[in-house]
């Protein structure tokens, strides 16, 4: 899924999360986010996950001064951010080495999905976790390209069909109306020689 229709479908919506233990909570929302990518659950409150998410699955970025996350980046947050469990959310790309945006549940406490500024230059944020693509976008790639060419391929058949409709060419291949075509010019030339 990609990130905006993720988005569209729960911004504003409550108790949202994959596990009983974790619907409502941060860690819920970004577990439905990586869910709907095919990725493994990310376990943990949010100041664990960073260090338990299994690299083969997601790059570990850590937060320096001038790292900055992309659209669907996790972020998380140490023990420091809400004094205990720390915080994730998802970053919507929206960022610059000061501030950043998140999608997020259950900050301030409670809330439901929304989106939100972090204008607090990245405090106690460890880094963020970059999904890293699977075999479904090699997929989902090489069947978009597949349709575009099809789409194109048809666009071409169609103009065939209809360059050939308007010439009256019947059932004659390019090479045979390139011939007549050449065989015309030729016997104008010829005309045209002779007159003079």
């Not at 320096?64 to 023990?79: K, R």
């Not at 720390?86 to 610059?96: E, L, N, R, S």
């Not at 301030?108 to 106690?124: E, I, R, V």
């Amino acid at each position: 899924m990609k990130f905006q229709d993720f988005l569209t479908k729960y911004n504003g919506m409550n108790g949202v999360g994959n596990t009983t233990e974790n619907k409502g909570q941060c860690t819920g929302l970004v577990n439905v986010w990586v869910q709907s990518l095919n990725l493994p659950h990310l376990w943990g409150d949010g100041k664990d996950i960073f260090s338990l998410a299994d690299e083969r699955f997601y790059d570990k970025i850590l937060n320096t001064p001038d790292a900055i996350p992309q659209m669907g980046d996790v972020i998380c947050w140490s023990a420091d951010y809400n004094k205990g469990a720390g915080h994730t959310a998802i970053a919507t790309g929206t960022a610059d080495i000061s501030k950043f945006e998140c999608f997020t549940q259950n900050d301030p406490l409670g809330s439901n999905c929304h989106l939100k500024m972090y204008d607090n230059n990245y405090f106690a944020v460890i880094g963020w976790l970059r999904p890293k693509p699977t075999q479904n976008d090699a997929l989902d790639a090489c069947l978009t390209q597949h349709s575009q060419l099809v789409e194109k391929l048809n666009a071409i058949d169609s103009f065939r069909q209809a360059l050939n409709k308007s010439l009256n060419t019947g059932d004659k291949s390019w090479q045979e109306i390139l011939d007549e075509v050449n065989k015309l010019i030729n016997d104008l030339d010829n005309t045209m020689t002779q007159a003079h």
